[in-house]
């Protein structure tokens, strides 16, 4: 089974500074991990995902995260922050069943609400 | 291009009233999902489709039920409202080809039974 926990459930950060958003997984299989973040009153958008390839994963709005298999992390980065990040952020995994289908099912960490001071 | 579409976007129920949560999109998606979203909880899966016709379980489907008659909507229903089930339900869709493919996300109903 696949599952994911974010470190920390507020995070909070002066505008300018570098924002770091900590997400381990536990997957059985080679997982495929994903960041998605909320606005208010709004659904979630996909910010980057890492499939296979490349770890340095670049998403919108300036955000990256690596994956780091020894680690078991997928953290999310963003050298400097802006007013207009404040939002929740969501890491997920993707479900493998048994037989090795998926459907694009995810299992969602806790989140983690980003605040930014000016 | 709407996306996913989520009706009504509040509601309040009565402890034993029924509703539907209504859910469309007009990306010709294969895959739609419903969540629920409690405070600190993260999303859990209630319930999935993979197409018409075909609907599945996922994590908390207690108290639900789905049905998938077209591609386009995907309506959750709640028999015997519970207090439990005060929460925000997101419904979703992604392209089958890949399933690596991202979630599009409505914009979610907000639920209170009191």
Known sequence: AQSVTQLGSHVSVSEGALVLLRCNYSSSVPPYLFWYVQYPNQGLQLLLKYTTGATLVKGINGFEAEFKKSETSFHLTKPSAHMSDAAEYFCAVRIDNAGGTSYGKLTFGQGTILTVHP | ?114
Request: hydrophobic share 30%.
């Open chain 2, 1 to 114: 291009n709407a996306g996913v579409t989520q009706t009504p976007k509040f509601r309040i129920l009565k402890i034993g009233q029924s509703m539907t949560l209504q859910c469309t999109q007009d990306m010709n998606h294969n895959y739609m999902y419903w969540y629920r979203q409690d405070p600190g909880m993260g999303l859990k899966l209630i319930y999935y489709s993979v197409g018409a016709g075909i609907t599945d379980k996922g994590e908390v489907p207690n108290g639900y039920n789905v049905s998938r008659s077209t591609t386009e909507d995907f309506p959750l229903r709640l028999e015997l409202a519970a207090p439990s089930q005060t929460s925000v339900y997101f419904c979703a869709s992604s392209y089958p080809a890949d399933s690596n493919q991202p979630q599009h996300f409505g914009d979610g109903t907000r639920l209170s039974i009191l």
